[in-house]
């Protein structure tokens, strides 16, 4: 049985440097429209691109990491047509000899997503639509952008999911910005002829749209009508693909190679080694019978997770890895690795955890003071709680509603670990029982 | 001494820069070499800028009325190092619109030959050439693409100099087409030609194409070319005119006189070189042109709220007839079904020009006539069809596709009007076209009309 | 003389948002016939292997570094269009 439905994606990623692709102007927005701008990323008469050679090493890192084929050279060429937001008239892109072709992103269940190419491009504009007249803000343009196409190897949403999730935690390995959300031109066919949607934002739109496309194909075809190749907009509002305004398919580009640039050898700079943290989770989970999902929750994209749970598997549970850099998460603390290990020992020791705790481990200091005061804490307050809940020493050792009672409620109370308060509890009560209390 | 040390030398009447600015004005309203003039200071050795160079806070219009109001804020590369070195700006020359032009008529202003009014000045540098005619002091920063130097120095009767393709900076000029623009020179002395050359040549932040002829020709030259050898094409006879074959002979007889070896050549491709030229020329500056839309710089366009698109037609209405034509042809031929055919065949011909010329190049000298008519008149050249316009570049336009450095120096008259010829030497060796006119110099006095800004 | 249609040619102006009426129309298509039979006569150069020539001579690899500069004159720059709250206005989408 042939596959029915096939998406295929054209992502645009932003490129982090300092500068634009072409100009020296700062790639991050002003607050304020058209403070970040020259002669170069306006268009304006006169100028010329100068290449970013920042770009070219991230994109390569990337190429790298995705099992791209990487070329040994890159060249670029003019792409024409017109829109406002395009201060040349043309876009400066990668068709002939781009940064890399091929590659693919493996799944979890081995299946390859096949990558065709990878390209850099420069942004245009923002355009603020007005009613009579648009708006615009040239602070984006002229931005690098690295676009990665796939092949139509998708089959359901659950791999577009899977995909993109990969992706993003494969860019964020290499210094690459994802919580600004990607780009996407997403590619859906249902047994039939390609649908190209354009710009859509973001994962969740990315599913809405392909899935109101499949279901649209669908019933396009169980009509009888048939479904040609096509270009079409996403509707955020009405969770809907909608045809587009201008036929951009009929658009004649006329592609010239860029006569300002020339060609550039990328086979010596350097690249960014890549990380694949669901491999890696894959391993740790393995090598220490951990959950594999619990890892990569955490390790996806946090790289100190990863450097602490690299570290210390071996010498630790990883439960109790995980514990320690919830807490960090918890306090938004950051932590050198002596100190974490100082936060591990304290958490296996059943140290109250709490801000107190904390700060000490963050100023170096010894724990042991303040796990004492603690301990007397804790004792008095299991002693008030006995002597409030009689029943307990009748036969503790049977009624354990009420032993763990007391301990939700003292754990709660001190934000203590009730591993702890249950040692307490069982070396306390037998005393009282014994009659040695009062 | 060069000219420029001269005129420093030289003690000025304190009212030296108000009645050169009266004199060129006046003379200008008839000529129009120039679009605006500035008035300078008599402590500074003047230069013109044709009006396709951005001079910051300087109208430069490129003699479009599609950038009619563009204000550049940034100076031009070779206008800053001018600057830096004390020369004073003096005014943005006339041009054919772009520098789509060989005889200076696709203007606002008509350019006028200052050797005879009825005749044509020549393009696209138009102004630049009859300031150089007309000025005592002064050296023009210009730029060819296809012979846009050569011819309006051959007919205004003055050294042009056009240096090899990437010596100069194109940062600041406005494109043509970008593979084939050349920022070059315009004197009436090769001497103050060297001197400036070495002020504005050379690698800048700003140009990715612009390299370091002195370092490439180290890298590139194994053996010394032979500098006493000039080659004639026999192909040119089939396009010159009679006037122009019997003073190119005169020539000829006078260089042997010298001491140069004179030898023919044949080179079949020569006629092809244009149709080559114009498609490459075409396809970029079709590419270049397409960011004049009527709003963020130039002539604008107010009418906001109509659709886009209708709003760009409308306000690429104001290019002129020539820059249509050449929008149109150059959007075609880079067309995706019909591309191999023109622009990528013309780039496959480029390539194959560049190795023949250079086969020759390497064992000497190529001279011709820089243009294969006479001076026409102004009517007779607005007559022509553009086919026929295109096909008298036929000197111009083989270094100008190849980028080799060429030079076109005066060497008769007839009658009143200045004849030129235009010597082409290999890649990177510009010098020896300097030392081969000065030399010219020592015994060929150049004869002017004008000479306003005398001390 | 190369023959452009009447709908090849419209399209050919739309695609470079180039309007021409009449006189100027027939005019022009004409000259883009003439001159593109004049084109047509490199077709039969022998061009071999040669490679396309993007520049006639061998440009250096020029790469810029990571470092801010910014342009001084943005005001300058903006001052060439009609801008609204620092936002260029430019026509409707």
Not at chain 1, 106 to 128: G, H, M, V
Not at chain 2, 82 to 110: A, P
Request: net charge negative; proline share 4%; glycine share 4%.
């Amino acid at each position: 049985m042939t596959q029915a439905i096939k998406i295929g994606l054209e992502i645009h990623v932003a490129i982090p440097t300092k500068t634009k692709l072409f100009c020296s102007c700062s790639a991050y927005n002003e607050h304020e429209p058209n403070m970040s701008v020259c002669p170069i990323c306006m268009g304006f008469p006169g100028s010329k691109p100068m290449l970013n050679a920042k770009a070219l090493e991230i994109a390569k890192s990337v190429a790298n990491a995705l099992h791209s084929d990487i070329a040994k050279t890159v060249s670029f060429e003019r792409k024409v047509y017109f829109y406002p937001d395009l201060p040349k008239s043309f876009q400066i892109t990668q068709l002939s000899n781009p940064v890399s072709q091929g590659g693919f992103i493996e799944l979890q269940s081995s299946k390859r997503i096949r990558i065709r190419r990878i390209q850099i491009e420069e942004d245009p504009a923002k355009i603020l639509h007005e009613e009579d007249y648009s708006l615009i803000d040239f602070n984006r343009s002229g931005r690098p952008l690295l676009e990665i196409v796939t092949e139509p190897d998708i089959f359901n949403i659950d791999e577009l999911k899977e995909f993109m999730n990969e992706l993003k935690s494969i860019l964020y390995y290499l210094g690459i910005d994802i919580n600004t959300e990607l780009k996407a031109d997403v590619n859906v066919s249902n047994q039939g002829e390609r649908v190209e949607i354009k710009n859509i934002t973001g994962l969740k739109d990315m599913i809405n749209a392909a899935l109101f496309e499949i279901k649209r194909q669908e019933t396009a075809r169980a009509s009888g009508l048939v479904i040609n190749k096509e270009t079409r907009s996403y509707d955020e509002a009405k969770i809907a693909t909608m045809p587009m305004r201008e036929k951009e398919t009929d658009e004649e580009y006329g592609i010239i190679y860029e006569p300002d640039l020339g060609n550039y050898s990328i086979e010596n700079i350097p690249i960014i080694e890549p990380v694949y943290a669901s491999k890696i989770a894959k391993e740790l989970a393995e090598e220490y019978s951990a959950s594999e999902k619990l890892i990569i929750e955490q390790i996806m994209f946090d790289r100190n997770a990863l450097q602490f749970i690299n570290k210390f598997a071996g010498t630790h549970k990883i439960n109790i890895v995980i514990s320690a850099i919830e807490v960090l998460k918890r306090y938004n603390k950051t932590l050198d690795e002596y100190k974490f290990e100082a936060l591990l020992t304290a958490i296996s020791k059943n140290v109250l955890i709490n801000s107190e705790t904390i700060n000490a481990i963050e100023q170096g200091k010894a724990i042991e003071a303040s796990s004492e005061i603690d301990e007397n804490l804790i004792d008095s307050a299991i002693n008030s709680m006995i002597l409030e809940n009689k029943q307990l020493l009748k036969d503790y050792r049977k009624n354990s509603k009420v032993f763990n009672f007391v301990i939700g409620q003292i754990a709660k109370k001190y934000n203590a670990s009730p591993k702890y308060i249950s040692t307490r509890l069982n070396i306390l009560l037998p005393k009282f029982v014994a009659g040695k209390e009062d | 001494m060069n000219s420029i040390e001269e005129f420093y030398s030289l003690e000025k009447k304190s009212d030296y820069a108000e009645s050169l600015f009266k004199d060129l004005s006046d003379l200008n309203s008839r000529l129009n070499a120039f679009l605006n003039i500035t008035k300078i200071s008599s402590q500074n050795y003047p230069f013109s800028v044709k009006d396709n160079i951005c001079v910051k806070n300087v109208e430069t219009t490129a003699s479009s009325k599609i950038l009619k109001t563009y204000v550049p804020p940034f100076n031009a590369t070779v206008v800053e190092r001018m600057l830096s070195k004390n020369f004073g700006f003096i005014g943005k020359t006339n041009m054919d619109e772009f520098g789509f032009g060989t005889f200076g008529l696709n203007s606002e202003r008509i350019p006028r030959n200052p050797f005879n009014e009825e005749y044509v000045a020549g393009g696209s540098s138009s102004g630049a050439a009859i300031a150089t005619a007309v000025l005592k002091y002064h050296i023009a920063i210009a730029e060819s693409t296809g012979g846009s130097i050569s011819a309006p120095s051959a007919f205004c009767g003055v050294v042009g100099f056009t240096p090899t393709y990437g010596a100069v900076s194109r940062h600041g000029l406005i494109d043509y087409a970008n593979s084939l623009d050349k920022i070059g020179l315009m004197s009436r002395h090769a001497k103050d030609i060297r001197y400036v050359f070495d002020i504005i040549k050379g690698p800048d932040n700003y140009d990715s194409t612009c390299i370091d002829i002195d370092k490439r020709k180290i890298q590139e030259r194994k053996e010394e070319t032979a500098k006493n050898t000039i080659f004639i094409i026999n192909q040119i006879n089939d396009f010159l005119d009679e006037s122009v074959k019997s003073h190119f002979s005169g020539l000829i007889s006078k260089l042997e006189n010298m001491g140069f070896t004179i030898k023919t050549i044949d080179f079949n491709l020569l006629d092809k070189a244009i149709p080559t030229y114009y498609i490459i020329s075409m396809a970029e500056a079709s590419t270049n042109l397409a960011r004049y839309t009527g709003f963020k710089y130039g002539l604008k366009n107010n009418e906001f709220s109509q659709d886009y698109n209708s709003f760009f037609t409308e306000s690429r209405s104001n290019f002129g007839a020539e820059a249509k034509r050449r929008i149109i042809l150059g959007t075609f031929v880079r067309g995706a079904s019909v591309k191999s055919k023109y622009y990528s065949k013309a780039l496959k011909v480029r390539g194959l020009l560049i190795s023949k010329m250079k086969e020759i190049l390497r064992h000497g000298f190529i001279l011709s006539p820089t243009m294969p008519i006479a001076t026409p008149k102004i009517e007779d050249a607005n007559s022509l069809t553009p086919v026929q316009n295109y096909g008298l570049d036929i000197l111009t336009i083989p270094p100008n596709l190849s980028g080799f450095p060429h030079i076109s120096f005066p060497y008769d008259y007839d009658k009143e009007l200045p004849m030129g010829a235009q010597l082409i030497s290999d890649h990177f060796d510009d010098y020896s076209l300097l030392d081969f006119v000065q030399n010219w110099e020592d015994s060929f006095k150049y004869k002017f009309k004008y000479n306003l800004g005398s001390i | 003389m190369v023959f452009m249609d009447e709908q090849e040619f419209e399209r050919l102006l739309h695609i470079c948002r180039i309007k021409l009426q009449n006189a100027e129309r027939e005019k022009i298509k004409n000259d883009i016939e003439n001159i593109l039979e004049y084109f047509d006569t490199i077709q039969q150069i022998d061009t071999g292997n040669t490679a396309e020539y993007y520049h006639p001579i061998n440009i250096d690899e020029r790469l810029r570094q990571d470092s801010e500069s910014a342009f001084n004159d943005v005001n300058l720059l903006l001052a060439n269009s009609k801008t609204h709250r620092f936002y260029i206005v430019g026509p409707k989408i």
